[in-house]
T-cell receptor
Framework: KQEVTQIPAALSVPEGENLVLNCSFTDSAIYNLQWFRQDPGKGLTSLLLIQSSQREQTSGRLNASLDKSSGRSTLYIAASQPGDSATYLCAVTYGKLTFGQGTILTVHP | GAVVSQHPSRVICKSGTSVKIECRSLDFQATTMFWYRQFPKQSLMLMATSNEGSKATYEQGVEKDKFLINHASLTLSTLTVTSAHPEDSSFYIC????????????FGEGSRLTVL
């Protein structure tokens, strides 16, 4: 059974800091890995999608890496802003989508 | 990007009534849609996979007679919570695959159900 774990559960940083969110999964036989953002009471916004054959994806200030063999992915956020405050979820697809518990990020001015 | 719309975004109902939630893919056809449930401060849990024109596949522990799923067209799937009870109060989110082969999923805004 695939299990996805995200560390830390919560993170509070001052504006401008670079930060890293971690995601690990137990079964490396995945099709892809996605990072999502969820604002309180809202649905999910897809941030980055990494196929199993890829090592990383970048979009603006976001960079996600994937090390399938070790079952790890990181989401790097550069120059964080208060508007980045949200819950960040990673999810792996291996036939079905399994989510981690999420990291609650707070960026304070 | 692809857009998935959910309606209603919020619904309050009395215990014992049924509530229908719609999930629409607005600019693409989705042969498969997924329904998730999210409890406060927890991650999403897959409830069922909805395939157009066939019966939904439910995850273990999800009552199919309680949560009726219909996927009558390539752009619409509905989730009906029958005889709702307070413990059914939750945040329900649907998703659909764009079908480009990347496996990327797009999510609706979610529907907050409160059963009194």
């Amino acid at each position: 059974k695939q299990e996805v774990t995200q560390i830390p559960a919560a993170l509070s940083v001052p504006e401008g800091e670079n930060l890293v969110l971690n995601c690990s999964f137990t079964d490396s036989a995945i099709y892809n890995l996605q990072w999502f953002r969820q604002d309180p009471g809202k649905g999910l916004t897809s941030l980055l999608l990494i196929q199993s054959s890829q090592r990383e994806q970048t979009s603006g200030r976001l960079n996600a890496s994937l090390d399938k063999s070790s079952g790890r992915s990181t989401l790097y956020i550069a120059a964080s802003q208060p508007g980045d405050s949200a819950t960040y979820l990673c999810a792996v697809t291996y036939g079905k989508l399994t989510f981690g518990q999420g990291t609650i990020l707070t960026v304070h001015p | 990007g692809a857009v998935v719309s959910q309606h209603p975004s919020r619904v309050i109902c009395k215990s014992g009534t049924s509530v229908k939630i719609e999930c629409r893919s607005l600019d693409f056809q989705a042969t498969t849609m997924f329904w998730y449930r999210q409890f406060p401060k927890q991650s999403l849990m897959l409830m069922a996979t909805s395939n157009e024109g066939s019966k939904a596949t439910y995850e273990q522990g999800v009552e199919k007679d309680k949560f009726l799923i219909n996927h009558a067209s390539l752009t619409l799937s509905t989730l009906t919570v029958t005889s709702a009870h307070p413990e059914d109060s939750s945040f329900y989110i649907c998703s659909a695959s764009h079908g480009t082969g990347t496996g990327e999923l797009f999510f609706g805004e979610g529907s907050r159900l409160t059963v009194l």
